[in-house]
């Protein structure tokens, strides 16, 4: 659509350029950014940014940039760079030649800086960081000038460019913005501009030993790469006033800030610190662990580009934050997989079942379907043995009334196949049953006389001859709490890690998985979908991850613990 057509589903966001478009306040121009920073890896509230500021700008005919908000020497780095790139790119949105560094603008940040200055803007001040907090004052108490607030233009430019050429240490000076110590918006209260930093950057190296502060970069990049509408979280509400204010004490080009609600998801954490530390600390093993709510996490989890951005659709753009339920993730992903997944059966818990009547070196090759929600994607062959896994859950010696599976004595369809029969129990010393001995009914195969005589219980199976013994990762979620933050004193969100959220189990599944790529997504029928994990997977043994189950079970779960 062109930039002058409202979209035929508006939220708060579109409504206020929808306004702009009416007035032409930007020209009917829409260019938004994705501004980064990069010391982390992005997560799933990170892939929500992404969708509303690249399909805004493609929704009305703009563009979007991608912006590395870099000002932070000491925590940010290449691989950081790389991880955000990959995941944007896997989300499917490009950004195209359009790719921005906050570090790309140093030296003009610096001549901002300056002119500044010159206006009797701003000030160096020899304040410590925890004199500066001391002197900022409170909600309710007004600051107090800092005793270097009065210095003059000629003094404060000296200062300055000696900060720049390296003469002083760490600390021990930064630039402030003169505005308001009494404001009643703390952000207004002489926010530093500058820190000195002696330290290596990813992109500059060490060109730089004074490093501009995100709310000093910020506003002025996006001016700078004339971006209309700055769509910001939340929590940058209160620090609009001050990003106004240095666009509008520089005379340059003044973007619309627009804050929208962030994602917070229960059983999460997303905070960056928090989960920088469950990588540092080993819990996880690393930004992409599927336990993990980074977007890497939740791609080598199974998660699929078309179902994280349907969730981004439907959790909608909020101006009130609040927290959404994961069961709404899951079932993103569950519809997706369910049109798309191949099915396939595999056995978690195996328990060998032995056909009696069964010709001992015969193989039957069995038709299964693909995908009964797409035609097209046809049909395999699968062998039918003498000897043959099934669920241990799938049998009990003693059933209740209502266990319409295998029991002594009773009968089960076999998925695809025929229906058997249980004729003997086999156990161990111990007591534990380790085999069942049961007849076939070789009538009841597909198109046989008694093909449709009818049972209560259909089982999937893998032929025991035949099968691959495979990795299984069976993941839960990482927290046990709804809210892991909500803690009691002294204790961290790390009190709530669940320990089932991960079980490692060896099974058996179809030959026709041997080969399987990583990335490929199954449904395991009964049991889940699926995918094969991109970490631990070789050729000819793949593992699999489990991304989620068939139905939603851990909400039930956990309320009930």
Request: glycine share 6%; aromatic share 10%.
């Amino acid at each position: 659509m062109t930039a002058n057509e409202a979209p035929t589903q508006t939220n708060f966001v579109k409504q206020i350029i929808n306004e702009h478009n009416s007035s032409g306040r930007f020209g009917q121009k829409v260019h938004t950014r994705f501004p980064p920073e990069p010391n982390g890896y992005l997560h799933i509230g990170h892939a929500k940014s992404i969708c509303l500021n690249f399909g805004i700008a493609e929704e009305y005919g703009g563009s979007c940039n991608l912006r590395f908000d870099d000002t932070n020497p000491t925590k940010e780095d290449t691989e950081y760079v790389d991880s955000i790139k990959e995941d944007i790119r896997w989300l499917g949105f490009n950004w195209e030649d359009r790719e921005y560094y906050a570090s790309d603008y140093f030296e003009t940040l610096y001549e901002y800086a300056l002119k500044l200055i010159g206006d009797g803007k701003a000030y160096v001040c020899e304040l410590t960081g925890e004199q500066i907090r001391e002197y900022r004052g409170t909600l309710t108490e007004p600051g107090k000038n800092s005793p270097h607030r009065e210095r003059s233009v000629e003094e404060n430019l000296d200062l300055f460019e000696r900060m720049r050429k390296g003469e002083f240490p760490d600390g021990s000076h930064t630039l402030r913005a003169k505005v308001d110590m009494a404001s009643p918006n703390l952000n207004m209260r002489d926010p530093v501009m500058y820190r000195i930093l002696h330290a290596h950057h990813h992109r500059t190296g060490d060109d730089w030993c004074i490093y501009p502060m995100y709310d000093w970069a910020h506003g002025q990049s996006d001016s700078i790469e004339g971006i209309t509408h700055s769509i910001c979280t939340l929590e940058f509400e209160d620090h609009r006033p001050l990003y106004d204010w240095y666009v509008e004490q520089l005379g340059i080009h003044h973007p619309q800030q627009i804050e929208f609600a962030r994602l917070n998801i229960t059983y999460t954490v997303m905070s960056k610190r928090k989960l920088l530390q469950l990588v540092s600390d080993g819990i996880v093993d690393g930004w992409d662990d599927p336990r993990m709510p980074t977007i890497s996490g939740l791609r080598r989890r199974g998660y699929t580009p078309s179902s994280i951005r349907d969730f981004a659709e439907r959790v909608g753009v909020a101006k009130k934050n609040s927290t959404v339920e994961v069961a709404q993730l899951e079932h993103c992903v569950r519809e997706d997989l369910n049109a798309h997944a191949l099915r396939v059966m595999a056995v978690l818990n195996p328990l060998k079942v032995v056909l009696t009547n069964f010709p001992e070196d015969k193989v039957e090759y069995m038709e299964a379907v693909n995908n009964p929600e797409d035609a097209s994607a046809g049909t395999r062959q699968v062998p039918f043995t003498r000897e043959l896994y099934i669920e241990r859950d799938d049998f009990m010696e003693d059933p209740p009334r209502k266990f319409f599976r295998l029991a002594p004595g009773r009968e089960v369809r076999l998925r695809y196949g025929y229906i058997i029969k249980c004729e003997e129990v086999v156990k161990d010393e111990d007591g534990n049953v380790v085999e069942l001995r049961c007849t076939y009914d070789e009538q009841t195969r597909s198109g046989m006389p008694e093909a449709n005589r009818k049972v209560k219980g259909t089982l999937h199976w893998v032929s025991a001859t035949h099968a691959v013994d495979a990795e299984v990762r069976l993941y839960e979620q990482l927290f046990s709490k709804e809210n892991p933050d909500n803690v009691a004193e002294g204790e961290t969100f790390m009190t709530n890690m669940n320990p089932q959220s991960l079980e490692i189990i060896r099974a058996q599944v179809e030959p026709s998985l041997v080969d399987a790529q990583a990335g490929t997504h199954f449904q395991f029928e009964r049991k889940g979908y699926f995918t094969v994990d991109s970490r631990y997977s070789v050729p000819g043994a793949p593992v699999f991850n489990r991304t989620v189950t068939l139905r939603d079970t851990w909400a039930k779960i956990s309320k009930q613990k």
